[in-house]
């Protein structure tokens, strides 16, 4: 299978590796630097699971035109609109794409560019992060990649890539109700995004305050509303395992978009995984009181960093 992988990050470039390991015909499409790097050093992955170091097929973004049989996102939300445009030469006929991002919005992007029947739908749960010097450090074990058909016609592809797939480490899994998957980690991230983001904590220290599991509870109520009001309600075993995770004690997970406010990254996810979910709740006729005062919050992290950004340059 001959799969074309947007960036070389920590994500992309985790997946990409275990790809290759997969015996994958992998290209990572990528800006200059990252190239340099890669041909330098080689792509770098340590994890539990298995390290990677190697060298990699790279190709510049603006060049070739050689087409896929699938080409992986895992940008950031706000990265997608370019991502579109690098990947657009490459995506022929006969090619599916395949998101690794966060909330439901890229998919409308991808569906209006591409059309429903050649975006897969992917969910993945995993830790990972880009060292400073270019090695993709995975935290821990977990390492859960769903993947399935969001329309009839991609059902061979997403089962030929899952086959592919689960010949690397790791779990791997072929969903036929992969838009429900992605509403179900869209619920949890957001209700862990807007507590943790608003907050400024992780998890643990938020149970160790005197209404943060209240609060926490509220958060979650809301994210399952509206996948209720969408038409994909959270299974009950779904909710109960992020209760197990959001009210847990000695956790120290928070958002990776928290995470990016306390490292003061120039932009976060907030429409993507905040903002949309309001909206969509608002289409209903919902407020979410909790969710929409996060969502300020966010807004104004985001003003700072643009008017400091003006401020220097």
């Given at each position: 299978?001959?799969?074309?992988?947007?960036?070389?990050?920590?994500?992309?470039?985790?997946y990409?590796?275990?790809?290759?390991?997969?015996?994958?015909?992998?290209?990572?499409?990528?800006?200059?630097?990252?190239?340099?790097?890669?041909?330098r050093?080689?792509l770098?992955?340590?994890?539990?699971?298995?390290?990677?170091?190697?060298?990699?097929?790279?190709?510049?973004?603006?060049?070739?035109?050689?087409?896929?049989?699938?080409?992986?996102?895992?940008?950031?939300?706000?990265?997608?609109?370019?991502?579109?445009?690098?990947?657009?030469?490459?995506?022929?006929?006969?090619?599916?794409?395949?998101?690794?991002?966060?909330?439901?919005?890229?998919?409308?992007?991808?569906?209006?560019?591409?059309?429903?029947?050649?975006?897969?739908?992917?969910?993945?749960?995993?830790a990972?992060?880009?060292?400073?010097?270019?090695?993709?450090?995975?935290?821990?074990?977990?390492?859960?990649?769903?993947?399935g058909?969001?329309?009839?016609?991609?059902?061979?592809?997403?089962?030929?890539?899952?086959?592919?797939?689960?010949?690397?480490?790791?779990?791997?899994?072929?969903?036929?109700?992969i838009?429900?998957?992605l509403?179900n980690?869209?619920?949890?991230?957001?209700?862990?995004?807007?507590?943790?983001?608003?907050?400024r904590g992780?998890?643990?220290?938020?149970?160790?305050?005197?209404?943060?599991?209240?609060?926490?509870?509220?958060?979650?109520?809301?994210?399952?509303?509206?996948?209720?009001?969408?038409?994909?309600?959270i299974?009950?075993?779904?909710?109960?395992?992020?209760?197990?995770?959001?009210?847990?004690?000695?956790?120290?997970?928070a958002?990776s978009?928290?995470?990016?406010?306390?490292?003061?990254?120039?932009?976060?996810?907030?429409?993507?995984?905040?903002?949309?979910?309001?909206?969509?709740?608002?289409?209903?006729?919902?407020?979410l009181?909790?969710?929409?005062?996060?969502?300020?919050?966010?807004q104004?992290?985001?003003?700072?960093?643009?008017?400091?950004?003006?401020?220097?340059q």
């Amino acid at each position: 299978m001959k799969i074309l992988v947007l960036g070389a990050g920590a994500m992309g470039g985790y997946y990409g590796a275990r790809l290759i390991e997969a015996g994958a015909d992998v290209t990572f499409l990528v800006r200059p630097g990252r190239a340099q790097a890669l041909k330098r050093d080689g792509l770098k992955v340590r994890s539990e699971l298995g390290d990677f170091r190697g060298p990699v097929r790279t190709v510049l973004v603006n060049h070739g035109d050689a087409q896929y049989d699938i080409v992986l996102l895992a940008c950031k939300a706000y990265d997608l609109a370019d991502a579109i445009r690098a990947i657009s030469p490459a995506v022929g006929h006969g090619t599916a794409v395949l998101p690794l991002l966060n909330g439901l919005g890229a998919y409308d992007q991808l569906d209006q560019c591409f059309g429903k029947a050649r975006v897969l739908g992917g969910v993945s749960y995993i830790a990972t992060t880009l060292a400073a010097d270019g090695t993709i450090q995975h935290a821990g074990r977990g390492d859960r990649l769903l993947v399935g058909a969001r329309a009839p016609q991609a059902s061979a592809l997403a089962a030929d890539f899952h086959a592919l797939a689960s010949q690397s480490a790791g779990t791997r899994e072929l969903s036929d109700a992969i838009d429900q998957e992605l509403w179900n980690k869209w619920s949890m991230i957001a209700a862990g995004a807007v507590m943790t983001c608003l907050m400024r904590g992780t998890v643990g220290d938020i149970m160790k305050t005197q209404d943060g599991r209240r609060l926490m509870l509220e958060a979650m109520a809301e994210c399952h509303t509206v996948a209720q009001l969408c038409g994909h309600a959270i299974p009950a075993p779904v909710a109960e395992a992020v209760q197990g995770r959001l009210l847990d004690h000695s956790s120290t997970w928070a958002a990776s978009m928290m995470r990016d406010i306390v490292q003061g990254a120039p932009r976060i996810e907030a429409d993507a995984i905040v903002g949309d979910l309001i909206a969509r709740a608002a289409a209903h006729g919902c407020d979410l009181p909790l969710s929409r005062m996060a969502f300020c919050h966010l807004q104004v992290y985001e003003g700072q960093r643009a008017a400091r950004q003006l401020a220097v340059q």
